[in-house]
Nanobody
Framework: QVQVEESGGRLVESGESLRLSCVVR????????RTWYRQAPGKPRELIAE????????WLNSVKDRFTLSRDNNEKETVYLQMSSLSPDDTALYYC?????????WGQGTQVCVFS
């Protein structure tokens, strides 16, 4: 059974940094494509960043100079989204998605709130 769990979201001040974690238990590491999305109130969900099993990445243009992705080399179950220079525009519910072959799995999301 595959389980996706995000963590790390909290209230931060503008300009601060934050690291989100996405743990996927029961994943097939050879096929697991890990994607971060976010959804702000009243807006559609948008893709932020995606990492393939061989660590190729794609980015949302508006964040690629401030956010980075990394994978836990020991277990490879955890992908981190490191966010810097946060602004109120980054306030959203952040979701992790794991695509394994033809099946996708979502987490419940972790809330990030940025105040100025």
């Amino acid at each position: 059974q595959v389980q996706v769990e995000e963590s790390g979201g909290r209230l931060v001040e503008s300009g601060e940094s934050l690291r989100l974690s996405c743990v996927v238990r029961g994943s097939n590491k050879r096929t697991d494509v890990r994607t971060w999305y976010r959804q702000a109130p009243g807006k559609p969900r948008e893709l932020i960043a995606e990492m393939t099993p061989n660590e190729n990445t794609i980015w949302l243009n508006s964040v690629k100079d401030r956010f980075t992705l990394s994978r836990d080399n020991n277990e490879k179950e955890t992908v981190y989204l490191q966010m810097s220079s946060l602004s109120p525009d980054d306030t959203a519910l952040y979701y992790c998605h794991s695509q394994q072959g033809g099946v996708g799995y979502w987490g419940q999301g972790t809330q990030v709130c940025v105040f100025s």
